[in-house]
């Protein structure tokens, strides 16, 4: 019923020139709190989960913040996604590291102004982490020791600038590039292990595609109840994820906010009402006025238009 529709402009996986590479141990650049973030505001009343993807190579994560509910004014969106930091493959060292391309990293840097405004909203931000045509992804590392070190680097990215926690999407890793192995069954199950470990409280969420999310058991333990929520890649269209997650944490609807038609969204968002799910995601959130779009379904999320203040 709903045409397929993956058109990520997927910028922030192909700036390798802007190197921005994480490095512990410096000193923070201005605006790189390292302070926990500020208690949030009380989330709605009721209603799903509301979750905005923003493509930080073209559009402000304070777009984010700019819609609130006609009836009672709270927050139309509960997350926002920084769309994305990347897997890279360091071919000298022969391991993986996180890379910010000079956007993310900008986002980073000012997190008082970028981040913390809509935290005090009461919206949680959240870093995606995502592939780089590296060979690097979630789903290779060779050991367990391999996975908790880049564990460490997501947490520790999670600590320095008070953000509320990770997203993973396991695209455009190319496995088997520079060397690099094929994927294997314990090396996701390893990852996640370790960053809840190291973040028990923050969210780590799942983009339902890619050979990680198909990996989530391995030597008798199963990570998919460390996930706070996962999601149906596929914009425009209706698919449950596969993982064993209640209905609460789940998006099977996927919209692009501009690029999905307004009767679609509505339909998506009406069934998730429908079928009891707890979660809408939205990718592209830009700059311009879309409280059009945002109300065809805010309607039947939460019986109320969307209001846009610039």
Same mark, same amino acid.
């Given at each position: 019923?709903?045409?397929?529709?993956?058109?990520?402009?997927?910028?922030?996986?192909?700036?390798?020139?802007?190197?921005?590479?994480?490095?512990?141990?410096?000193?923070?650049?201005?605006?790189?709190?390292?302070?926990?973030?500020?208690?949030?505001?009380?989330?709605?009343?009721?209603?799903?989960?509301?979750?905005?993807?923003?493509?930080?190579?073209?559009?402000?994560?304070?777009?984010?913040?700019?819609?609130?509910?006609?009836?009672?004014?709270?927050?139309?969106?509960?997350?926002?996604?920084?769309?994305?930091?990347?897997?890279?493959?360091?071919?000298?060292?022969?391991?993986?590291?996180?890379?910010?391309?000079?956007?993310?990293?900008?986002?980073?840097?000012?997190?008082?102004?970028?981040?913390?405004?809509?935290?005090?909203?009461?919206?949680?931000?959240?870093?995606?982490?995502?592939?780089?045509?590296?060979?690097?992804?979630?789903?290779?590392?060779?050991?367990?020791?391999?996975?908790?070190?880049?564990?460490?680097?997501?947490?520790?990215?999670?600590?320095? &600038? @008070?953000?509320?926690?990770?997203?993973?999407?396991?695209? $455009? %890793?190319?496995?088997?590039?520079? *060397? +690099?192995? #094929?994927?294997?069954?314990?090396?996701?199950?390893?990852?996640?292990?370790?960053?809840?470990?190291?973040?028990?409280?923050?969210?780590?969420?799942?983009?339902?595609?890619?050979?990680?999310?198909?990996?989530?058991? &391995? @030597?008798?333990?199963?990570?998919?109840?460390?996930?706070? $929520? %996962?999601?149906?890649?596929?914009? *425009? +269209?209706? #698919?449950?994820?596969?993982?064993?997650?209640?209905?609460?944490?789940?998006?099977?609807?996927?919209?692009?906010?501009?690029?999905?038609?307004?009767?679609?969204?509505?339909?998506?968002?009406?069934?998730?009402?429908?079928? @009891?799910?707890?979660?809408?995601?939205?990718?592209?959130?830009?700059?311009?006025?879309?409280?059009?779009?945002?109300?065809?379904?805010?309607?039947?999320?939460?019986?109320?238009?969307?209001?846009?203040?610039?």
């Amino acid at each position: 019923m709903f045409t397929l529709l993956r058109s990520r402009a997927r910028t922030a996986a192909l700036a390798l020139s802007a190197v921005a590479a994480l490095t512990f141990g410096t000193t923070a650049t201005t605006g790189a709190a390292a302070a926990p973030a500020p208690a949030p505001a009380p989330a709605k009343k009721q209603g799903p989960t509301s979750v905005a993807y923003v493509e930080v190579n073209n559009n402000s994560m304070l777009n984010v913040g700019k819609y609130t509910l006609a009836n009672g004014g709270d927050n139309v969106f509960d997350v926002a996604v920084i769309f994305a930091a990347n897997i890279n493959y360091d071919t000298g060292k022969k391991k993986a590291y996180l890379h910010f391309n000079e956007n993310v990293q900008r986002v980073l840097d000012n997190a008082a102004t970028e981040i913390r405004p809509l935290q005090q909203k009461g919206i949680k931000v959240v870093l995606s982490v995502l592939g780089n045509h590296q060979g690097a992804g979630f789903a290779n590392f060779p050991s367990k020791q391999a996975a908790s070190a880049f564990a460490k680097q997501l947490s520790d990215t999670v600590t320095k &600038y @008070g953000l509320d926690g990770i997203d993973f999407d396991d695209e $455009y %890793a190319e496995y088997g590039n520079n *060397g +690099t192995g #094929q994927p294997n069954d314990s090396s996701f199950v390893h990852l996640v292990t370790a960053l809840r470990a190291n973040m028990p409280d923050k969210i780590i969420s799942l983009y339902n595609i890619g050979p990680a999310a198909s990996r989530l058991s &391995y @030597g008798g333990v199963d990570v998919s109840s460390k996930f706070d $929520y %996962a999601w149906n890649p596929y914009y *425009g +269209t209706w #698919q449950v994820p596969g993982i064993a997650l209640p209905k609460s944490k789940l998006s099977p609807a996927a919209v692009e906010i501009g690029g999905t038609s307004q009767s679609t969204a509505a339909d998506l968002a009406r069934r998730t009402v429908s079928e @009891g799910y707890g979660v809408y995601l939205t990718y592209n959130l830009d700059g311009a006025d879309r409280s059009a779009d945002v109300s065809a379904f805010t309607r039947e999320l939460y019986g109320s238009d969307a209001v846009y203040a610039p």
